[in-house]
């Protein structure tokens, strides 16, 4: 079993350094400058006219939004550092305690959810995929035992596929 573990690791420190983890970084630093410029324009602009409930949702969801993205940078970047040999990866290890990966969830039945603009409801799905995508990646790369627990409806090969399709973005 350790053998397996090994190679887990292993595996996961290529993925980490390959050109998927460039695809994934060039993709959640696109969706932050994609998500500021659409706060700081069209979305400032929508959510003026919004009825009260979902005026409050809006900013609500904008601040979730923002804290997600700005995570999960942060976490890309750290990964950066460390793929390009600017950090150890216990220095890394040290600073990513602080990223939370997680607990960034919406509640799409929130009254006012319906009345938000449509382009800001899609940035909200968008991180929360990428959320997802890199908190599997993190669990690879970190806590490989952990991520090697099979819920008990799954098979050992379905979660592999699973997890390799979330790691790399194949959906």
Do not use: H
């Not at 609500?60 to 999960?72: F, G, H, I, Y």
């Not at 806590?143 to 790399?168: G, H, K, M, W, Y």
């Amino acid at each position: 079993m350790s053998e397996l573990g090994l190679n887990t690791i292993s595996f996961a420190g290529r993925a980490a350094a390959s050109s998927q983890f460039k695809t994934l970084y060039s993709e959640g630093m696109s969706l932050v400058e994609e998500t500021a410029a659409y706060l700081d324009g069209q979305g400032r602009t929508a959510s003026k006219v919004l009825p009260r409930m979902a005026s409050v949702l809006y900013a609500a969801e904008s601040m979730r939004l923002t804290t997600r993205l700005m995570q999960m940078a942060s976490w890309l970047l750290l990964q950066r550092a460390v793929n390009n040999g600017e950090m150890s990866r216990d220095q890394v290890l040290a600073e990513k305690n602080k990223v939370r990966l997680d607990g960034f969830n919406v509640d799409r039945n929130a009254p006012g959810w319906g009345d938000l603009p449509e382009s800001f409801r899609d940035l909200i799905e968008r991180s929360l995929r990428l959320q997802n995508r890199v908190a599997l990646l993190d669990r690879e790369i970190y806590r490989p035992a952990e991520a090697a627990i099979v819920p008990d409806n799954q098979n050992s090969v379905q979660a592999q596929l699973s997890l390799l399709q979330t790691a790399f973005g194949n959906n």
